[in-house]
């Protein structure tokens, strides 16, 4: 069974702060990864997504991957109260087919 | 604007009924897929569907099944609902090109009593 582990949180930070949150996978031939973030009560979003080794950056976002040692992280710069969510991990299977993690709470204090 | 619907939002049956959960979307998307979550389960895939009369079990499709008879829907149904299938339902859709990028529908909450 192809797994996806995330530190379910809550991580708290300051407004302002770095959030990092970090998932790990197991399947070594996985190729794609994804980041969705969901606010409570509502629907998961497609906020990154990387492919290759070392770190991908868009606006706030950098997405960081590292294939050799299986783990996947997100990290939100100058966090806001308003990225307060549930950050889910996802590993694209080989039929295309998305493997979720069961999402890390961030809380982002004023 | 395209979008994708679900309904109901909110559902409240018994033990042993049939339910059926619609999803709709006018993205004109081959791809679609029915999750569950749950608390400390994240998002679990019941069944999914890569065309018209495609069908394909996920992680947890034990009894639910689906049918895809047109590109816009691809209705879930509980053929005797439990009460370990009172969940938060949601229905998502991609394109080809880029099958990662799911499109969620808003949810349907279902309690089984």
């Known amino acids: 069974q192809k ?8 991580l708290s930070v300051p407004e302002g702060a770095i959030a990092s949150l970090n998932c790990t996978y197991s399947d070594r ?25 070392g770190d991908k950056e868009d606006g706030r976002f950098t997405a960081q991957l590292n294939k050799a040692s299986q783990y996947v992280s997100l990290l939100i710069r100058d966090s806001q109260p308003s ?16 493997i979720f993690g069961s999402g890390t709470r961030l809380l982002v204090r004023p | 604007d395209a979008e994708i619907t679900q309904s109901p939002r909110h ?30 389960h994240g998002l679990r895939l019941i069944h999914y569907s890569y065309g018209v009369q ?32 009172t969940s938060v339902y949601f229905c998502a859709s991609s394109n080809i090109r880029a099958p990662y990028e799911q499109y969620f529908g808003p949810g349907t909450r279902l309690t089984v009593t």
């Open chain 1, 3 to 10: 797994e996806v582990e995330q530190n379910s949180g809550p």
């Open chain 1, 29 to 53: 031939g996985s190729q794609s990864f994804f980041w969705y973030r969901q606010y409570s009560g509502k629907s998961p979003e497609l906020i990154m997504f990387i492919y290759s080794n």
């Open chain 1, 83 to 98: 990225d307060s969510a549930t950050y889910l991990c996802a590993v694209m299977d080989s039929s295309y087919k998305l």
């Open chain 2, 11 to 40: 559902k409240i049956t018994e033990t042993g009924r049939q339910v059926t959960l619609a999803c709709h979307q006018t993205w004109n998307h081959n791809n679609m897929f029915w999750y569950r979550q749950d608390l400390g």
């Open chain 2, 54 to 85: 495609d069908t394909n079990k996920g992680e947890v499709s034990d009894g639910y099944s689906v049918s895809r008879s047109n590109t816009e829907d691809l209705p879930l149904t509980l053929e005797s609902a439990a009460s370990s299938q």
